[in-house]
Every structure is written in structure tokens, then in C-alpha cells.
């Protein structure tokens, strides 16, 4: 008991696979640089420059609404063990739904806003719970029914933006512009909105959930051992559905905040073009679905989406290699790789007696 | 290519079999092996016994060649040896049978006893050469089985001989057995005892690893116990005591094998008719009153676990009735079951009863988040999940450093410990138990069981699931034998004898409920 809890805690966590992934991602990166001849700290210095200065601040917390948006989306299943991969067509379902409603909504202009961002919430919550009863009812399993129903999702989509919502006159597939005025408010003269600030409470709220309800604790234990949870009497199904149409529901809420921002309007394929599912799941997997693991991650990969962008910009290094060390971090953490213990060999299976060892 | 056995005599002046000298064996906050000795001559018996924790697995490891030793030195045959893996301690003649068997199913019993040896003919497999040789080695040791039959398809007793054929092929001088009646029927036991005399008999020397005094009294020639890493005591069967074995296992006296009296009978609390779930239970009648512990006791796999998974709701019943405390049940979810007055400790305590991966608190929070600790409006506060799992931890003598460990860091006694006090903590009126004492020590044991007997006594009806029979002797009021999925057979607590109980097991003398003088089957 030489050690405090909150040093032991600590050195754990520089123990973990997560550091330790994360640095050999960083320092595997440098070695592909100096490989091509490139300066490591240069290029590093890059993206971080291009990402947290001045300049970058604005995209980086833009990009961090749609991937923490979606991380979270991840993450809630996640927590107990589910994976939803239809995250691209409930995002793009709740997209478009925004884009209708802020079309054809009769209310005024900031009341419409906040109706597409439900209508959008719900479209999406909706369509991920039709994947959740097709494994509850007719026994699809999850990764299959959430990855199948997000390609009809996207098609409508895309027919609706390319005929019948299709901006007349423009060669884009999109749809027209949304009204004046139905549209999230920014943070003065930059794309940031307060899309952010809802994604923020989202988060909040994850981790309340997470950390002090009943239900949380439920979730937490279903994602450590299903066979226990249902043993203690957890159903298994009913949280499905409602893991499920939580899921579908934040990746709705990113879609409309993405309609509700510039450009306000619906583009076919720029709300899956970036990406932000894949990413958003890379993060959520990366801290297991930890509230604020998820946030930081999610961080972490917004900052290296931005800073590669301006890397390329400012250096020669092409932008893929932030993707290279997106790519790398996944491959060591998927190995489980840990720093090892400073006592020689694991000690394997062996029961822990009174306190530390000395 | 096909090795014969040594046909020295037991007992003969020669270098013994095995010798382990100074076994030395350090993990993290453990000396799992503190200078072991452990000399094993040829042509014999010898029972490798202590509690879990005690250094036996570690110690049959290094023997075998699956963990290096920190100091010590092994010797076979006399000459020292330094095994890399098992593929070399396999090479020097030793041959494991491990608690889990290793087996294809869907192969032949020949198929699977010459696997990674085959006898060979023009490069391919030499089938009628390897039946012939099934047969040959079944026939010496008395072994029979049929070498054509499916390995799937065969009950655990011969699966655990297609193991040992498996070992004689290769050549194994000498075998080691992990805990290998676990699994067995009391006749199935006593068939392999007799395998075993039969290959000492014939100069091979066998290790038993096991925890069970009464096999080790019956079939070994040399006991050595290992406590806390050390070697407690070297004994000669022939000249020891149950008594002595468990006082050097425990490092005190134990009293064994008590027979608890019976309890005052209330109410019915459990009833049970007609019940059938699946194949796996057909047409089961029964009632446990309050007060009362009602032992079932039965071979595993002859629809016990199916059985209390049905009454717990976590295996759809499809047929008959069952009502718990007036209530009918039969179609209640596990939530709604447990809601009714039902608490349920599981055989697997690893797989069902825990998750290991969750800290000791979050485990013992488990069925009580929703009721004692949560708030009307659904908050679970960190901070009553702790004071809940010091109130437990204490209450039940769980030994844990912190409540905020993972669970898996728990021995298995005090995993259990852990498993059981969170249901008794629910005080629901009826507990369904399976194993409560499986892998868990004899210190622990005793424990156990008092806490069940003082549950019943508090009024509480208990259902216990259990393969030990002095367990349920012990411990039932009312005792059911179930067979391939019914019951068969019911005792009550006086008229209780081992024997018929097995022969019941079995499945020779069926007894009828009913047919005796109960009359509590109305």
C-alpha cells in the first residue's frame, strides 16, 4: 500500500494499450516520415499548428461535432457489447429529414430550426430501432440488419436530393438552400455552431448515465458479461431497442446538424464523404465506449483530420498519412499491446492476496 | 514407432519416476511454489492434494513443462531434464489429462487416439492399424470402448478413457491426472480407479491431482499435501486418516462431512408440476417448502442445470406449471421471477454468476441496483454501491483488498463467497443454489454451507443443485435424483445411504415419488 490510489491509477493507464497504441501510432508515423525524407518534427508541427492555431480552431471543433456526434452514437451501444455499423444511413436519414422539414415547415424560421433538428433526431433513433427489432423479432443479427439497412437509407436519400428536392437550375445533387434563418446559430463569423454545444450535452449526459444511473450500470454490465446481466434479469432485448434507437438517434442529430449548418441544405454524399461514422466508431473503440475516453478520442482524431489537411497545405507530406497513423493505432490496439509491467513476466491467472505486492 | 510398456516391477530399487527438487516458483505478490520435494516412484499412485491456491497446478506446470521454475531442478528417471514445453515433457515419457479433455467430437475414438502419432502406410493414415491398436491398449488395461464409436457422441467417462488411450499410445510412463473424477459417476470413478491399479500394476506411475479425500484414500499409495506453496505433509495412505489429510490441507482441524440437522418445515414455496423444458427436463413434479433444503442430485448432464435454468427464467418452459410463493411464474421473466421472491446462485460462477471484468463493488451491486440502492428515479450513486459492497464484504468474510478490483483478481473461494452473499443479501424467499462448493477450499466450504443452513433456518426454502453426494447428504432435508431429465427417485433426509443414492444416479432403482411414504406431493 506504498502507493496513493490516484498514482496507481496513473501508471496504469501509462500501461495501457490505449498509450501505448497511440505513442507506437506517433512514433511509427515519424519513422514513415524520415523514410521519405521528410522533417517528423515539421510535419507534426504542422498538424498541430494547422489544428489548434488560430486558423484551425474553427474546423477542428466543427469536424469534432460531426465525429464526437457519432463517436457517441458508437459508443452508447458499444457500452454493452452491440455494434451498430448502419451509423452512415441513420446520420444521412436524419439529414435529409432535417432538410424536408426545414423546407416545408410552416412554423417561423428559428422554431423550424429546432423541429428539423428533432425531426431529424427521431428519423434516425427510429430507423436504428427497425435494426434493433430485426434481431430482437426475426433473430438478424445486429451488425448484419444495422449494416443493411443503412444502404436503403442512403439511396432514398440520394433520389430525394437528385429529383424531387433537387435545387433547380444547379449541377450539384442537392437539394434547394433552407429558408433564411432556419439554421443552427454560429459562434460569430465561423462554421462553429451550437450543433457543438448539443453534442457537448449528449456527451454529459452519456456519462451521467454511464456513471450514476441504474440503467447505465445495467448497460455496463451487459457490455462485461451478457450471460451475468441476463442472469440477474436484464433484458437483453428491450435495452437492444432502446441502445439501439439511442444510437440511430444521436447519428440523426449529426446529420441535421450538418443540414443546419453551412451549407444548409442537403448534398448528396458530403455527410458520408468524411467519413465521420468510421472515425466516430475508431474512437468509441478505442476508449471501449468510455464517456470521456470517447471525447478525448474524439478529439484526437478530429485535431489529426484537421492537421493533415494543412500538413499537406504547408509541407510536402501528403494528408494520408494521418490516415497511416489512424490506421496504426487501430492495428496495435486490436493486438492488445501494453507496456510491460516493470516486475518481469505476467504472473498469468494468479489470485491477488491482501493489497499490493511491496 | 509404437511404444511398449516398461515392464519393471513396482517398487524396485531404481530412480524414481518423477522427482521435482526445490520447485521455486514466484509470480507477482505470490510464492506459488516455495522449495517443493516431490519424489514419485515407478509403479505408483501418488495423490497430489492441497487447496486451491496451494501450489498444485503450478507445481504439475513445471513438472510438464508449461511454466519455468524461478530454482529447483526436475529429474526423470533420475536424470535431470529441463522441459521447454509440454511437446518435451511429452517426448520424456509424462502425458497429462487435463480437467477439460482435448478431443475432436466429430472424429472416431481410433481417429482421436492416434491423432499427431499415426501409424502410417505409404504416407496416409493406416486406419485398420490404428483401430487394431485401440483395441490392443484397451484390451491391456482394461479400457473398453468401442474404437469406430463418434467421440461426441460418448458420456464423460469414456471421453476421459479415449484421454488416456490417447497418452498410452504416445508412450506416457507416466500419466498425470487433473481432478479427474469431477465429472464422473461414483461407479464411473470406481471404473477408472480400477484403470488405474491395473496400469501400476503394469510399472506406470500415476500422478492424481484432486481435492477429494475420499478417491485419494481409496486408490493412492502416497499423498503429499501442499499448503500455501510448501510442502505440509508426506503421508502413506495406508497408515492415515481423512482427518490427517484435511488437518494438512488446512492447517487445522476440520470437521468433515457434518450432517446438519433438519430444519422445521413451513409452507410451500416452490411448486413445480409437470415441467418440461425441451428434452432436457420431461414432465418434473415438485415443491420446496420454507425451512426446508431440497437436495437434487444427479450425474451433470441429466437435466439438473436445465432444470434450475427453467425455474429461474432463463430457459423458456414448455410445458406445466410452476408457482413461487402462490404466484404462477411459469412464463415470468428473470426480472419478473426475482421480483416474485427468487434469488438463484449459478453453477458457473464465472461465466453466469460474475463478470469477472467488473470491479468487486459493481459485482456485488448486482440485482440489488434496481431495489436497495437505486432511487425512485433510476440514479445508482457510486457512493451506495460502495457502502453496499463493504457491508457484504464484511458481512461474508469476502477477502478483498479494495471493492474496487475486478472481481477476477478474487480467488474462487472468495469469488463464490462474493456470489453467494449478494443472493442470500436479497433475503428472497426461495434460493435456487447449483455447486455452491465446486473448486472452492475445505476452510471455505464449511463456511458455505453454514451460510445456507442459517438461510433455511431463517425461513427461507432452498433448491440445491449438487454432483458432490456428501453435500447433499449433508445438507438436504428431502433429497430428488434426477435421470435423463426426470426424477426418479426422492429420499428423505433419514433414510439417505450413498449407495442406493448412486446406484439412483445411475439410473438403476427408480424410485418413484410418491411411491414412498412423503406425503408431500399433493
Redesign the interface.
Request: without cysteine; proline residues 8%; glycine residues 16%.
Given at each position: 500500500m506504498a502507493r496513493t490510489p490516484d498514482v496507481r491509477r496513473a501508471s496504469t493507464a501509462l500501461r495501457s494499450p490505449v498509450t501505448f497504441s497511440l505513442l507506437a501510432g506517433v512514433v511509427i508515423g515519424a519513422v514513415f516520415l524520415v523514410g521519405t525524407g521528410a522533417d517528423p518534427f515539421a510535419a507534426y508541427g504542422a498538424v498541430i499548428t494547422g489544428s489548434l492555431g488560430a486558423d484551425g480552431i474553427g474546423a477542428t471543433l466543427t469536424t469534432l461535432t460531426s465525429v464526437l456526434g457519432m463517436a457517441l452514437a458508437l459508443a452508447v451501444p458499444l457500452r454493452a457489447g452491440l455494434i451498430n455499423l448502419g451509423g452512415d444511413g441513420q446520420m444521412v436519414l436524419g439529414g435529409i429529414t432535417a432538410a424536408v422539414t426545414g423546407l416545408y415547415s410552416p412554423l417561423p424560421p428559428s422554431l423550424t430550426a429546432v423541429l428539423a433538428l428533432l425531426a431529424g433526431t427521431a428519423a434516425g433513433g427510429a430507423y436504428a430501432a427497425l435494426a434493433a427489432l430485426c434481431e430482437n423479432r426475426l433473430g438478424v443479427p445486429l451488425l448484419v440488419s444495422s449494416l443493411l439497412l443503412s444502404y436503403p437509407a442512403i439511396s432514398l436519400a440520394s433520389y430525394l436530393a437528385r429529383y424531387p428536392l433537387k435545387e433547380p437550375g444547379s449541377s450539384l445533387p442537392q437539394t434547394r438552400r433552407l429558408p433564411e434563418g432556419v439554421a443552427l446559430p454560429a459562434f460569430g463569423s465561423s462554421t462553429v455552431t451550437v450543433g457543438l454545444l448539443v453534442v457537448a450535452l449528449a456527451a454529459g449526459a452519456y456519462w451521467f448515465t454511464d456513471?450514476?444511473?441504474?440503467?447505465?450500470?445495467?448497460i455496463?454490465?451487459t457490455g462485461?458479461?451478457p450471460?451475468?446481466?441476463?442472469?440477474?434479469?436484464?433484458?437483453r432485448k428491450g435495452l437492444t431497442l432502446r441502445l439501439m434507437a439511442t444510437s440511430g438517434a444521436l447519428a440523426g442529430l449529426v446529420g441535421a446538424i450538418g443540414v443546419l449548418s453551412f451549407p444548409y441544405r442537403f448534398l448528396d454524399g458530403s455527410l458520408t464523404s468524411p467519413g465521420y461514422t468510421w472515425t466516430g466508431l475508431t474512437a468509441a473503440l478505442l476508449a471501449s465506449a468510455s464517456p470521456l475516453g470517447t471525447v478525448l478520442a474524439s478529439f484526437f482524431f478530429a485535431v489529426l483530420q484537421v492537421g493533415g489537411l494543412a500538413m499537406e497545405r504547408t509541407t510536402e507530406v501528403p494528408r494520408e498519412l494521418t490516415q497511416v497513423l489512424q490506421a496504426i493505432v487501430i492495428v496495435f490496439l486490436a493486438a492488445r499491446l501494453r507496456f510491460p509491467?516493470r516486475?518481469?513476466a505476467?504472473?498469468?491467472?494468479?489470485?491477488?492476496?491482501?493489497?499490493?505486492?511491496a | 514407432m509404437t511404444p511398449q510398456p516398461s515392464d519393471r516391477p513396482a517398487g524396485a530399487v531404481q530412480a524414481p519416476a518423477v522427482e521435482l527438487l526445490g520447485i521455486t516458483k514466484r509470480?507477482?505478490?505470490?510464492l506459488?511454489n516455495d522449495a517443493v520435494d516431490l519424489t514419485v516412484r515407478h509403479g505408483e499412485i501418488h495423490a497430489l492434494m492441497g487447496e486451491n491456491?496451494a501450489g498444485k497446478s503450478t507445481l504439475m506446470s513445471v513438472l510438464y513443462g508449461m511454466t519455468r521454475p524461478d530454482a529447483g531442478s526436475v529429474r526423470i528417471d533420475g536424470r535431470d531434464v529441463s522441459f521447454g514445453d509440454p511437446g518435451d515433457a511429452m517426448a520424456a515419457g509424462l502425458g497429462m489429462v487435463h480437467q477439460s479433455f482435448k478431443l475432436f467430437d466429430s472424429l472416431t475414438v481410433a481417429e482421436n487416439v492416434v491423432y499427431a502419432a499415426e501409424p502410417r502406410r505409404f504416407g496416409f493414415v493406416d486406419r485398420a492399424a490404428a483401430r487394431g491398436r485401440v483395441r490392443e491398449l484397451a484390451d491391456t488395461h482394461g479400457l473398453t470402448v468401442d474404437p469406430d464409436a463418434r467421440v461426441g457422441g460418448l458420456p464423460v467417462g469414456l471421453r476421459q478413457r479415449v484421454e488416456i488411450l490417447k497418452l498410452l499410445h504416445r508412450g506416457a510412463r507416466t500419466l498425470i491426472l487433473d481432478e479427474p473424477t469431477a465429472v464422473l459417476t461414483p461407479a464411473e470413478a470406481d471404473a477408472l480407479f480400477a484403470v488405474l491399479r491395473s496400469l501400476a500394476a503394469q510399472g506406470r506411475t500415476v500422478i492424481l491431482v484432486t481435492h477429494k479425500l475420499r478417491e485419494v484414500l481409496e486408490v493412492s499409495d502416497n499423498v503429499t499435501v501442499l499448503r500455501d506453496g510448501r510442502v505440509a505433509a508426506r503421508l502413506r495412505t495406508a497408515t492415515t486418516t481423512a482427518d490427517e489429510i484435511a488437518a494438512a490441507m488446512t492447517g487445522r482441524a476440520v470437521e468433515l462431512d457434518r450432517v446438519h440437522a433438519p430444519g422445521a418445515r413451513g409452507d410451500v414455496v416452490l411448486d413445480v408440476t409437470g415441467l418440461n423444458a425441451g428434452d432436457a427436463v420431461r414432465d418434473v413434479d415438485l415443491t420446496v417448502r420454507a425451512g426446508e433444503i431440497v437436495g437434487v442430485a444427479g450425474v451433470a448432464g441429466n437435466g439438473q442445470s436445465e432444470l434450475v435454468e427453467a425455474l429461474?427464467?432463463?430457459r423458456p418452459v414448455t410445458a406445466g406449471r410452476v408457482t413461487l410463493s402462490g404466484r404462477d411464474v411459469t412464463h415470468a421473466?428473470?426480472?419478473?421471477?426475482?421480483a416474485a421472491g427468487l434469488a438463484?446462485v449459478?453453477e458457473d460462477r464465472h461465466?453466469?454468476?460474475?463478470?469477472?471484468?467488473?470491479s468487486v463493488a459493481?459485482n456485488l451491486?448486482?440485482?440489488h441496483?434496481?431495489t436497495a440502492?437505486?432511487s425512485r428515479r433510476?440514479?445508482?450513486?457510486?457512493a451506495a454501491?460502495r457502502t453496499h459492497a463493504g457491508r457484504l464484504v464484511e458481512r461474508f468474510g469476502i477477502?478483498a483488498?479494495t471493492p474496487d478490483?475486478p472481481a477476477?483478481?478474487?480467488?474462487?473461494g472468495?469469488l463464490q463467497k462474493l456470489l453467494i452473499g449478494r443472493e442470500l443479501a436479497h433475503d428472497a424467499p426461495l434460493l435456487l443454489v447449483e455447486q455452491p462448493t465446486r473448486g472452492v477450499d475445505i476452510g471455505a466450504i464449511q463456511n458455505i454451507h453454514d451460510q445456507i443452513i442459517a438461510y433455511r433456518d431463517a425461513g427461507h426454502a432452498v433448491l440445491l443443485v449438487s454432483a458432490e453426494l456428501s453435500e447433499i447428504r449433508g445438507l438436504s432435508d428431502r433429497v430428488l435424483v434426477m435421470y435423463e431429465g426426470r426424477v426418479t427417485a426422492e429420499y428423505p433426509k433419514d433414510e439417505l445411504d450413498e449407495r442406493t443414492l448412486g446406484l439412483a444416479m445411475a439410473g438403476g432403482t427408480a424410485r418413484r415419488p410418491g411411491a414412498g411414504q412423503d406425503g408431500d406431493e399433493d
Open positions: 456513471s450514476r444511473t441504474a440503467v447505465g450500470y445495467e455496463r454490465m462485461l458479461n450471460r451475468f446481466a441476463a442472469y440477474a434479469g436484464v433484458d509491467r516486475r518481469g505476467s504472473g498469468g491467472h494468479q489470485p491477488v492476496t491482501q493489497g499490493e505486492p | 509470480f507477482p505478490g505470490t506459488a491456491g429461474a427464467g432463463l421473466s428473470a426480472a419478473g421471477r426475482r438463484y449459478p461465466a453466469v454468476g460474475t463478470a469477472p471484468a467488473a459493481d451491486a448486482m440485482g441496483h434496481r440502492l437505486s433510476g440514479l445508482l450513486p457510486p454501491v477477502k483488498a478490483l477476477a483478481t478474487l480467488s474462487g472468495n
